[in-house]
T-cell receptor, first 111, second 112 residues
Framework: TQLLEQSPQFLSIQEGENLTVYCNSS?????LQWYRQEPGEGPVLLVT?????EVKKLKRLTFQFGDARKDSSLHITAAQPGDTGLYLC???????????FGPGTSLSVIP | EAGVVQSPRYKIIEKKQPVAFWCNPI?????LYWYLQNLGQGPELLIR????????DSQLPKDRFSAERLKGVDSTLKIQPAELGDSAVYLC??????????FGPGTRLTVL
């Protein structure tokens, strides 16, 4: 059983479309992180959210941490082919716990 | 500044053979992690070092896997003997304490 669930597992969209991917858990996390991983590379950190209800924006990417700190979403506006990759959420239940990764959402943006 | 360096990038071996992966973390990063990533999955922690001490190796299959971080800098992860199910990407990451982890490109292992 995955501690962190991500949906959808796969997503293929046309350039210019908007999309949202989700990260859910039955556990409370002290912080959640979102990473993007391109083929043949390691994950790269996009953002860390630590406060329930927190919203962070990174250009066309909007990240939200749920009020109960059990879930998070990533919204991409006007997707571009360069957004293609595996989006991983990861969390730590306390500041001393190891970071646990979800299975990821594989995004493909078609030109 | 150089990122996390891993070698080799790819390795193909036959089952029952030994294999070793090497990681050079970012300079000054005292914490080093080895992860295993199966296709379509997120990374799973194998072992975490604080300097030269392994502080979390609970997920490391100790019957066949071993790791070392002599002098608290470079690290080596070894599998002996390799099994078919060990085929995966082995990622190394480093950080300063519990702060942001920076990942290397990984070593893709194929066991035939």
């Amino acid at each position: 059983t995955q501690l962190l669930e991500q949906s959808p597992q796969f997503l293929s969209i046309q350039e210019g479309e908007n999309l949202t991917v989700y990260c859910n858990s039955s556990s409370v996390f002290s912080s959640l992180q979102w990473y993007r991983q391109e083929p043949g590379e390691g994950p790269v950190l996009l953002v860390t959210v630590v406060t329930g209800g927190e919203v962070k924006k990174l250009k066309r990417l909007t990240f939200q941490f749920g009020d109960a700190r059990k879930d998070s979403s990533l919204h991409i506006t006007a997707a571009q082919p360069g957004d293609t990759g595996l989006y991983l959420c990861a969390g730590a239940r306390t500041s001393y716990d190891k970071v646990i990764f979800g299975p990821g959402t594989s995004l493909s943006v078609i030109p | 500044e150089a990122g996390v360096v891993q070698s080799p990038r790819y390795k193909i071996i036959e089952k029952k053979q030994p294999v070793a992966f090497w990681c050079n973390p970012i300079s000054g990063h005292n914490t080093l992690y080895w992860y295993l990533q199966n296709l379509g999955q997120g990374p799973e922690l194998l072992i975490r070092y604080e300097n030269e001490e392994a502080v979390d190796d609970s997920q490391l299959p100790k019957d066949r896997f071993s790791a070392e971080r002599l002098k608290g800098v470079d690290s080596t992860l070894k599998i002996q003997p390799a099994e078919l199910g060990d085929s995966a990407v082995y990622l190394c990451a480093s950080s300063i304490g519990a702060n942001t982890q920076y990942f290397g490109p990984g070593t893709r292992l194929t066991v035939l």
